[in-house]
């Protein structure tokens, strides 16, 4: 399955992949299609977070979606998706909402990498504050909503983010926090048009947030900078 791979990085480095553990917290837009880049890539450890069920209005843009699994859980759906493609991969599922008061259910796990693909701001804030204080990798997708092109998207600390909201509050919970490490984050230099009502979307932006989040952590993990 992986011969490609292995002749485009070496055996030694792929069993590098094969032996970390990645958490993908959301699995939505942009962290289901981190979860598709990390498991072709060989990752076989895989910690999946979140508490949704698959609703129709997600459809035009998140992967593990169609129409004869509207209404299930979308870890139970990325659980089969996972083992559709490779069966070998050890996949724990959290089917929660995590907020301030549950997330230290997540920092019991042993894990090597944080995809943080969630869309709660405070969430991420305590993700990013915890995987500094303990030495985990962590990468960040900031906002994709209202979002087209994609070639605005990049790898980048956060401190060098603009025209992105989130990032923006972010920023200042650093500041106020006295946390002054690179923080690295997907996000979009494109600016924000107005809209009343949900955040329009479509899937090219959050799709490429994922992969770039997946890539992120490939790279990194043979020894390969991309930032």
């Given amino acids: 399955m992986f011969d490609r791979i292995i002749k485009l990085i070496g055996e030694e480095k792929f069993q590098l992949i094969k032996s970390k553990t990645v ?9 289901g299609y981190a979860v598709e880049g990390l498991v072709r890539s060989g ?119 603009s025209y992105d909201p989130i990032a923006k509050r972010i920023r200042k919970y650093l500041r106020d926090n006295n946390i002054n490490q690179y923080i690295p984050v997907v996000s979009s230099i494109e600016k924000n048009g107005r809209f009343d009502g949900d955040i329009p979307s479509m899937m090219f932006v959050p799709a490429s947030s994922g992969l770039l989040c997946a890539s992120f952590v490939i790279n990194d993990i043979i020894g390969k900078k991309i930032y």
């Fill in 43 to 161: 990752v076989s450890n895989i910690i999946i977070v979140d508490y949704d069920k698959i609703d129709i209005s997600n459809l035009n843009r998140q992967i593990i979606t169609n129409n004869s699994n509207i209404g299930l859980f979308k870890t139970d759906v990325m659980e089969k998706h996972i083992k559709s493609i490779n069966d070998n991969v050890n996949v724990i599922k959290v089917n929660k909402k995590i907020d301030l008061n549950n997330i230290n259910e997540l920092f019991k796990y042993n894990v090597d990498y944080i995809i943080d693909a969630c869309d709660t701001i405070v969430v991420k804030e305590e993700l990013i504050k915890y995987s500094v204080e303990n030495n985990i990798k962590i990468i960040s997708s900031m906002g994709t909503g209202n979002k087209f092109n994609v070639s605005m998207l990049k790898i980048m600390d956060i401190r060098d983010t």
């Fill in 23 to 31: 958490m993908v917290i959301g699995l939505g837009g942009v962290g």
